[in-house]
């Protein structure tokens, strides 16, 4: 008896030839000097908050933010160029402390699941026609921030900013230099199981912030 | 362990539903708010119409190619780190989970939802052999403290309204007590299933595409449950139908243009999470082992049909169900398997063979509003009339049970049917007969007893169209 | 059809329902037709597009009294068809139907002759109507294959549009099934019984005192379902209500 591979492959491969069709032309949407208009009204249409601030005060924003909204433990990941900004920005003033994300999950559970209150990490990029943010958490940045404290926060540079996921992924790359996972975050968590009423924060992030770094206009 | 010997029952059950009024409710408030948010999702005729033509041609094309796609997906996917497992029936395939969970010393599993899993009964299974498994996916977790099946493919308990959920959630959740309110329903799931994602020593997910080109599983969510199922615990498996494989990345955003506004009206869901492999050295977390079981499941039977096979395009976004004037009246349990709605009426008869599911090809209208927004351009009134051909036609190889439904009866009556309306001389004769005594035929006649329950009786007309136009001169060449 | 021009001569397909049921659309119909000028040919030799076996799995069947069509319309004249859904049938299905047939080619050449009559009217005629008729407010029914196979959509809508003292109003599920669906009516009962309910209380609510349609299967249906529960508005075939305004009878 041959293996269910061999099985199904040889069913699949003894079935009659079919023509290939020819792939139709299709162009994904473009938004030209209104990308970041559209990028920030599809994201707050998703209930998130979007700030646009200047890359010298964006800790010192994020502070206050945090800050307002009762934050005291905010996780951050201290070896990307974000992390760096946050511990220098942050140390010594008043205002909610950080915790690293610096060891596996595995010795983290704790922190992870129950007590950080917030999660700084870096964008890749956006995406102007859903509002999302293109994550690629990887070791100086793990997956679990933007998914398990009830307050996500996404620094993302405006330039960084482009029109459609297929331009971003043709643009970039991306088939070539796929990471462990790649996330396309476009607001918080949320469901409407129930009676498709919308409810924020169901087992993700209740809140999205994201912070987009550029010149102030 | 024996699977459960199902039968379709569609006329039985839909008579159960159809005289549910809160369900009928339920269901009609849910697809009416589904249909119009998908509507403003595709309100630029153009646009839907080239990237849908687009969509279709993606399946089609991954599909021509099935077998080679397979092949370069499994070699990338190992490439990557991430071991893939072959399985003909849900048998191999819940073996195959179990044997995994067994080798990792995994006791609880949490899942995303799968439709794939509900499919092979996955959870049974694993209970059956002393694994947990809990629903992590809200509707999916409140449809298991029910003890029930999804009722819809995207939305598994739409069937339900709130204070049906408030009830079960104070009468199942510890120190739970009643409240309808939403927000805080979804704190309770919250809070309840927090510790089940932080414990579990697996997490098991579907896919919603299988990347060939970059060896990458596509997993789309709103929820946030998925990302931790697949992320947290240290073992990762995903299982999932052969067809889902598409051959380039490019391919994905075309379709994800599609799927979650079709099924929920959203321009994107909250969440698309692109696995390529397992944890790597330096990284913090995700599991350490990533496997994907690929199911058949009749599916490669389904493929060998070049016609049929258009069923396998599908890409689950439940437009068709939304859409569908039956399934918004008798809803998702009345068709007793897991794929309810249009799909289900021309999968499940593939999967399950017509001779236990060869009513559902029947209970359709054709009225083709599933065809309509299907955005893969699935053409499923003609698979439903297809499905009925096999189901007559003698010793049919196609589908499982084909020639089931062969009677005496309905044979003579076509016959009979075929010889009245092929014979111009006889036509004629039993037109005129019924212009003269048709009316006399009582309302307790068979077909004409079941028109009548609710509706009045029609009336022959004296003359037919014929015999007018010849009185009137009107030319017969 | 020749691709220049309006004919002078079309044939006329009655359809089995009509025939039997309803012969006075059928009649309007054609009389529609003979007022824009064209000579109406009614094939005596017409019986059923053949639908019902095909909707119900039996193809040999269906192709056998489809073939007999296809020998009644031997000549090149348009077909034109007061039913949306036997159109469909003629112009979508015929040619799958005889596939690896002999009569292919003929069938596909029978199906680019099929014309929905509002269709044709519209499309093919561009007919000028002269409402003569009492005011009164009317709702649109659309069968499902007329909608969706057919392609016929905008047309009849434009034709009551063009009549000064109808008032069209929307049904917001004008595009829903009725329920009728052929043989899918006394297979389901029940659903088919909740379909019908649903398509005569949302033409209830409109306010209509007439549903006008291009289907008299959907319209003995609605019209069936509408006398059974005692509602006040009535039904009408297209053809009829565009003859009597227009022309009195």
């Known amino acids: 008896m041959t293996d269910p591979r061999e099985r199904i492959l040889s069913r699949l491969k003894s079935a009659p030839r079919r023509p290939l069709p020819d792939l139709p032309d299709w162009s994904p949407p473009a938004y030209g000097d209104q990308a970041m208009a559209r990028f920030r009204a599809m994201l707050e249409a998703a209930h998130a908050d979007v700030h646009e601030v200047s890359d010298a005060e964006w800790p010192e924003r994020l502070r206050a933010i945090l800050a307002g909204k009762g934050v005291r433990v905010v996780l951050f990941a201290p070896a990307t160029a974000a992390g760096r900004r946050l511990a220098r920005d942050w140390a010594g003033g008043e205002g909610p402390s950080l915790v690293a994300y610096d060891r596996p999950v595995e010795e983290m559970k704790p922190v992870l699941v129950h007590e950080a209150q917030a999660a700084v990490t870096e964008a890749r990029g956006g995406i102007a026609q859903t509002g999302s943010l293109v994550l690629w958490p990887g070791a100086d940045e793990p997956r679990l921030m933007s998914l398990l404290p009830p307050i996500h926060v996404a620094v993302v540079a405006r330039s960084r900013i482009r029109d459609s996921l297929a331009e971003t992924m043709a643009a970039e790359g991306w088939a070539g230099t796929m990471p462990t996972n790649a996330v396309l975050v476009s607001g918080p968590s949320k469901t409407a199981d129930i009676e498709q009423t919308l409810a924020y924060g169901v087992h993700g992030p209740k809140e999205l912030i994201v912070l987009v770094i550029g010149d102030a206009r | 362990m024996a699977a459960e010997a199902r039968v379709s029952d569609f006329g039985g059950k839909a008579h159960v539903a159809l005289n549910d009024p809160k369900l009928r409710a339920n269901f009609r408030r849910a697809m009416d708010g589904l249909m119009a948010k998908r509507a403003a999702q595709f309100d630029d005729p153009a646009e839907w119409t080239a990237l849908r033509a687009r969509g279709a041609a993606i399946r089609a094309r991954a599909l021509a190619r099935l077998p080679d796609l397979l092949e370069r997906l499994e070699a990338n996917l190992t490439r990557n780190g991430i071991t893939v497992h072959w399985a003909e029936t849900p048998a191999e395939a819940n073996a195959a989970v179990l044997g995994i969970l067994r080798q990792a010393g995994a006791k609880r599993v949490i899942k995303g939802k799968s439709m794939v899993t509900e499919e092979i009964h996955l959870n049974a299974h694993l209970e059956a052999n002393g694994i947990t498994a809990v629903e992590s996916d809200l509707g999916e977790y409140i449809i298991q403290l029910a003890g029930q099946a999804p009722s819809h493919i995207v939305m598994p308990c739409i069937h339900m309204n709130k204070v049906e959920i408030a009830e079960l959630f104070a009468d199942k959740i510890e120190g739970q007590t009643y409240t309808e309110d939403v927000d805080e329903l979804c704190a309770a799931a919250r809070k309840a299933l927090r510790d089940r994602f932080a414990d579990a020593d697996a997490g098991i997910s579907g896919v919603n595409f299988a990347v060939a080109e970059t060896g990458t599983l596509v997993l789309i969510e709103n929820e946030g449950n998925g990302r931790l199922s697949t992320t947290l615990p240290p073992l990762h498996i995903a299982v999932t139908g052969i067809e889902k494989v598409v051959e380039r990345l490019d391919d994905v955003a075309p379709l994800l243009s599609l799927l979650p506004r079709s099924a929920t009206g959203q321009i994107i869901t909250t969440y698309v999470n692109m696995i390529s492999s397992p944890r790597k050295a330096g990284e913090k977390d995700g599991p350490r082992q990533v496997h994907l079981v690929l199911l058949d499941n009749g599916r490669s039977r389904v493929y060998a049909d070049v016609q049929l096979a258009d069923t396998l395009r599908c890409i689950r976004c439940a437009a068709c169900m939304n859409h569908c004037p039956v399934y918004t009246r008798v809803g998702g349990h009345t068709y007793t398997f897991t794929y309810p709605g249009p799909i289900g009426k021309i999968l499940t008869p593939q999967l399950e063979g017509l001779d236990c599911a060869g009513d559902q090809p029947h209970a359709s209208s054709l009225c083709g509003a599933c065809a309509e927004v299907c955005p893969v351009q699935i053409p499923i009134p003609d698979l439903l009339a297809r499905l009925r051909t096999e189901a007559v036609r003698p010793a049919s190889p196609a589908v499982r049970g084909g020639g089931s439904g062969r009677s005496l009866a309905d044979t003579l009556g076509w016959a009979g049917w075929t010889a009245m309306y092929s014979s111009p001389r006889l036509y004629g004769l039993s037109s005129r007969m019924m212009g003269l005594f048709g009316n006399l035929i009582p309302a307790w006649m068979p077909m004409l007893k079941q028109w009548t329950r609710v509706r009045t009786k029609p009336r022959f007309a004296g003359k037919s169209l014929h015999q007018i136009a010849r009185e009137r001169g009107f030319s017969n060449d | ?249």
């Open chain 3, 1 to 249: 059809m020749p691709a220049s021009g309006r004919p002078h001569t079309v044939y006329f397909f009655g359809t089995c329902l009509i025939d039997m049921f309803y012969p006075e659309a059928g009649l309007a119909g054609m009389e529609l037709l003979k007022r824009e000028g064209l000579k109406v040919v009614f094939p005596q030799k017409q019986t059923c597009c053949g639908q019902p076996a095909r909707n119900n799995g039996h193809q040999d069947e269906a192709r056998a009294v489809a073939r007999l069509q296809l020998d009644a319309f031997p000549g090149d004249w348009p077909i034109v068809v007061p039913s949306g859904s036997c159109a469909g049938m003629m112009k979508v299905h015929y040619p799958e139907l005889f596939e690896n047939d002999p009569d292919h080619a003929r069938a596909v050449a029978f199906s680019e002759r099929v014309f929905e009559l509002t269709e044709f009217l519209v499309d093919v005629l561009g007919v000028r109507l002269v409402d003569r008729g009492r005011p009164v407010t009317v709702t649109w029914h659309p069968s499902c294959h007329s909608q969706r196979e057919a392609g016929v959509v905008e047309q009849p809508k434009a034709l009551l549009r063009q009549l000064a003292n109808v008032t069209l109003v929307e049904n917001p599920r004008e595009k829903e099934c009725c329920g009728f669906g052929g043989t899918f009516s006394v297979k389901q009962p029940e659903i088919s019984a909740a379909m019908v309910a649903d398509k005569v209380a949302s033409i209830e609510a409109t306010g209509a005192s007439q549903v006008v349609s291009g289907d008299c299967g959907c319209l003995m249906n609605i019209t069936g379902a509408a006398a059974k529960s005692r509602k006040a508005f009535t039904g009408t075939h297209i053809a009829e209500f565009l003859l009597e305004r227009c022309h009195g009878r």
